[in-house]
């Protein structure tokens, strides 16, 4: 039973006029008036920090009918996370979209973009707003590309020393081209989701390697190379 204030009981009663609900949201193609979260469908990403701001998340969730079919954890930054990550895909797959923001998903950086995410999502921003029917249950996986590994751009640099590229979205750099200002026109990278995939399929590890090794741009114009973990 609702208890009113004395002060409302006394008031009279003036009708409400309105009575259109909410409005409606892009959902998987259809424009969907959202009262619960069952209304709610959809593929998004969410990204958090923890409080320290040492490492960050990026969270993928493919949701159905307000159920979490699909959950794609990355992580970078801190060792401790790709651990909470483990758990968090455990605990997250067959969750109601607000069981999942109201549970500890083991990480703060989780925890954050489990909530970015959610906000995206019920308002209606997710990737999948105007995709008839939506994604099927593992379209997170294209993100990762062949080989199922994280898209990973890791950029070290001084003032003194200039730019170093460690890792990019095509692999491992292994060496740096510069050409005769020192500048980097270039670089050679090994391709480690393609070489683990052949060296699974029974090749050997040194000839996956060296089948997995290409260059960018005009690194065969160089005029110098440089190991950028070790020069």
Not at 41 to 68: D, E, R, Y
Not at 96 to 105: F, G, P, Q
Not at 139 to 159: P, W
């Amino acid at each position: 039973m609702l208890q009113y204030s004395h002060e409302v009981e006394n008031m009279c009663t003036v009708a409400k006029g309105p009575h259109h609900g909410p409005a409606p949201i892009p959902e998987e193609g259809k424009w969907v008036k959202a009262y619960q979260i069952s209304d709610i469908s959809g593929l998004s990403h969410g990204v958090g920090w923890c409080a320290p701001q040492q490492g960050a998340c990026k969270l993928t969730l493919n949701v159905k009918n307000g159920i979490i079919e699909e959950a794609l954890v990355e992580t970078i930054g801190c060792s401790g996370m790709t651990h909470s990550a483990a758990m968090a895909a455990e605990i997250l797959q067959g969750k109601t979209l607000l069981e999942a923001l109201n549970t500890d998903l083991v990480c703060d950086a989780i925890n954050v973009a489990m909530r970015e995410l959610f906000k995206q999502i019920v308002y209606g921003r997710s990737q999948t707003a105007f995709s008839e029917n939506g994604l099927p249950v593992g379209a997170s996986l294209d993100d990762l590309g062949k080989g199922l590994r994280s898209q990973v751009g890791t950029m070290f640099a001084t003032k003194v020393k200039g730019v170093r590229y460690l890792e990019m979205a095509e692999g491992y750099v292994l060496s740096l081209g510069l050409d005769e200002n020192n500048e980097v026109i270039g670089y050679k990278f090994v391709n480690l989701g393609k070489m683990m995939e052949m060296i699974r399929d029974g090749v050997a590890p040194a000839e996956a390697y060296e089948k997995n090794i290409k260059t960018y741009g005009r690194y065969d114009e160089a005029v110098k190379y440089i190991d950028p973990r070790k020069e």
